[in-house]
């Protein structure tokens, strides 16, 4: 009876690492910073390098520049060519700036192997992710579009996946605890192991994920966050300030 315990623990942790072998889950991607602080650069090369291009789809879309900036190197450090390893019952990997899946490109009719190699494909590609998980967050009805949250929702749409995260987010939602992105994130870790039972994902593995995305974007316009009633935006110019930065 004296190991009845230790038994139980070493079990549960082997159906633990069952579940993350089973799950089918990428690794998290893990790109640092090249360049030092410097105002107006996202400190990735290879995104500062695209800015321009990436202000222009911000412009035409209406999704903040912060999304793509901090989507972007987060996913892929701005390497177009970065490709994860492909995961067992796959026929190829994640592609592109925005790393989109390949039944992702299949259900938008995007030429998966492109993502790799054509910059402004690429990026408009992203862009109809993006916009396709939109269409799921707006049907969930508990962030305001445009809002931090709001974004925050999408993001984690494309990381732990649709089904998941309406799971999440429905288990939130009884327990009153969807109204803003730290509680949804504070349930969710809350709940481990019941949702990586239910979803083959782990919250604690990419709720930091998605955190990341907002700490790399949010200089750049990370949509609006609605106080008492009223609604700040902060959607600086980066270009802006790096003219301004190179004149000084």
Same mark, same amino acid.
């Given at each position: 009876?004296?190991?009845?315990?230790?038994?139980i623990? &070493? /079990?549960?942790?082997?159906?633990?690492?069952?579940? +993350? *072998?089973?799950? @089918?889950?990428?690794?998290?991607?893990? +790109?640092?910073?090249d360049?030092p602080? &410097?105002?107006?650069?996202?400190?990735?090369?290879?995104?500062?390098a695209?800015?321009?291009?990436?202000? =222009?789809?911000?412009?035409?879309?209406?999704?903040?520049? @912060?999304v793509?900036?901090?989507?972007? /190197?987060?996913?892929s450090?701005?390497? &177009?060519?970065? /490709?994860?390893?492909?995961?067992?019952?796959?026929?190829? *990997?994640?592609?592109g700036?925005?790393q989109? $899946?390949?039944?992702?490109?299949?259900?938008?009719g &995007?030429? $998966?192997?492109?993502?790799?190699?054509?910059?402004?494909?690429?990026?408009?590609?992203?862009?109809?992710?993006? =916009?396709?998980?939109?269409?799921?967050?707006?049907s969930?009805?508990?962030?305001?579009?445009?809002?931090?949250?709001?974004?925050?929702?999408?993001?984690?749409?494309?990381?732990? @996946?649709? @089904?998941?995260?309406?799971?999440?987010?429905?288990?939130?939602?009884?327990?009153?605890?969807?109204?803003?992105?730290? =509680?949804?994130?504070? $349930?969710?870790?809350?709940?481990?192991?019941?949702y990586?039972?239910?979803?083959?994902?782990?919250?604690?593995?990419? +709720?930091? $994920?998605?955190?990341?995305?907002?700490?790399?974007? =949010?200089?750049?316009? +990370?949509? *609006?966050?609605?106080?008492?009633?009223?609604?700040?935006?902060?959607?600086?110019?980066?270009?802006?300030?790096?003219?301004?930065?190179?004149?000084?």
């Amino acid at each position: 009876e004296v190991m009845v315990v230790p038994i139980i623990l &070493i /079990a549960a942790g082997l159906i633990t690492a069952f579940y +993350f *072998s089973q799950s @089918g889950e990428r690794d998290v991607p893990e +790109f640092e910073p090249d360049l030092p602080p &410097i105002p107006g650069s996202t400190r990735y090369k290879l995104v500062d390098a695209i800015l321009p291009q990436l202000k =222009q789809a911000a412009d035409s879309s209406s999704i903040p520049l @912060g999304v793509l900036v901090g989507w972007i /190197a987060s996913e892929s450090g701005g390497r &177009i060519g970065a /490709a994860p390893k492909i995961l067992p019952g796959q026929t190829d *990997s994640e592609r592109g700036y925005f790393q989109l $899946h390949p039944s992702e490109s299949k259900s938008l009719g &995007i030429d $998966h192997a492109r993502l790799s190699t054509d910059p402004v494909y690429s990026i408009n590609a992203g862009v109809s992710l993006i =916009q396709k998980y939109m269409n799921l967050i707006d049907s969930l009805g508990i962030a305001p579009r445009g809002s931090t949250f709001y974004w925050l929702l999408v993001k984690l749409a494309h990381t732990m @996946g649709s @089904g998941a995260t309406k799971i999440i987010v429905e288990g939130a939602k009884k327990e009153g605890q969807a109204r803003t992105w730290e =509680q949804l994130k504070n $349930h969710a870790l809350g709940n481990e192991q019941k949702y990586l039972s239910a979803t083959k994902h782990s919250p604690s593995k990419w +709720f930091p $994920h998605v955190d990341k995305v907002l700490s790399i974007g =949010q200089p750049f316009g +990370f949509g *609006s966050t609605t106080i008492v009633g009223a609604i700040y935006k902060d959607i600086p110019d980066p270009l802006d300030c790096m003219r301004n930065n190179g004149r000084g």
